[in-house]
């Protein structure tokens, strides 16, 4: 269970984040969604216990984020951070096999390499696994990246815009595998993403938590939640949410 209570946030003088209480349980994708600025991606690095609370707490299942040890929060969540990048000539495969650094502390076992391989397959990576990161285009690279939170198996992944780069096949291919990802079942995790793709939260997203101006505007399922008044009035533009052969898309109006 993700538990926040009175949330805030400031830096600089400026108030990022304002009394955000929010509640919600194991499993299933949570769909961040709001303006740019909005405070997205401050909120996700709060529940990672980046950031420290200005007022408010932060809770993951058992702790208190902002005082857990770096190992504890390591081992319950594995963060994806918007525009990440490394400047280190690092491989694909070696990003992955960073992934499973709580688990191995830089020694590697044959378990860890099965599941650096099981990541590269689930994220159609294995032909790239020799490449250097610097090579591959920008989707490849978030598909990586993506790859090396996977392995990681946290309880929680926190994804911030991890499909902005990525084409068609590859959004549904990522969505498709953290829907899956996310059902009841042994092994079941819990994703929270961070996504302007509407029709994308539309379709795969079980809650939605809508932000902005550093506050809550609504949270809660997907279903109740995701209206089109409720978008336009988020976005401060006319949305509507149509559906297609039984498919939610949401377009202007
Ligand atoms: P989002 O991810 O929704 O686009 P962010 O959480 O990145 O929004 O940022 C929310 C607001 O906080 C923005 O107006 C941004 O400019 C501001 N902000 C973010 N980081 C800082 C910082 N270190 N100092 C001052 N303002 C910041
Ligand atoms: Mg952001």
Redesign the pocket.
């Known amino acids: 269970m993700i538990n926040i209570q009175n949330l805030s946030v400031e ?2 003088n ?1 108030t ?1 984040l304002k009394d955000v209480s929010l509640r919600f349980g194991q499993g299933g994708i949570t769909a961040l969604i ?1 303006p ?7 909120l996700l690095h709060s529940i990672a216990g980046l950031i420290e609370p200005t007022h408010g707490t932060v809770a993951v299942e058992d702790i208190n984020i902002t005082t857990a040890r770096p190992a504890e929060r390591a081992e319950r969540i594995a963060l994806l951070a918007q525009n990440e990048h490394v400047t280190a000539r690092l491989s694909v495969r070696d990003l992955v096999n960073f992934g499973r650094w709580p688990h191995h502390r830089g020694r590697p076992t044959a378990l860890d390499h099965q599941k650096v391989d099981e990541a590269l397959a689930a994220f159609d990576l294995m032909d790239l696994c020799e490449r250097r990161l610097e090579s591959l285009s920008g989707g490849q690279r978030q598909r990586s990246f993506v790859a090396m939170a996977w392995a990681q198996e946290t309880p929680w992944m926190l994804l911030d815009e991890p499909l902005s780069a990525l084409d068609p096949r590859h959004v549904r291919d990522i969505m498709d595998r953290l829907y899956n990802l996310t059902r009841p079942g042994k092994g079941q995790r819990s994703v929270v993403l ?1 996504v302007h793709d509407l029709g994308v939260a539309a379709r795969y997203a079980d809650r939605i938590v809508a ?1 902005k101006d550093g506050q809550l505007v609504t949270s809660g399922p997907r279903i109740l939640q995701m209206t089109g008044p409720m978008l336009s009035k988020l976005f401060g533009t006319s949305l509507s949410i149509d559906y297609i052969n039984g498919k939610a898309v949401v377009v202007p109006s």
């Open positions: 830096k600089d400026a990022i709001g740019n600025g909005a405070g997205k991606s401050t961070v932000l």
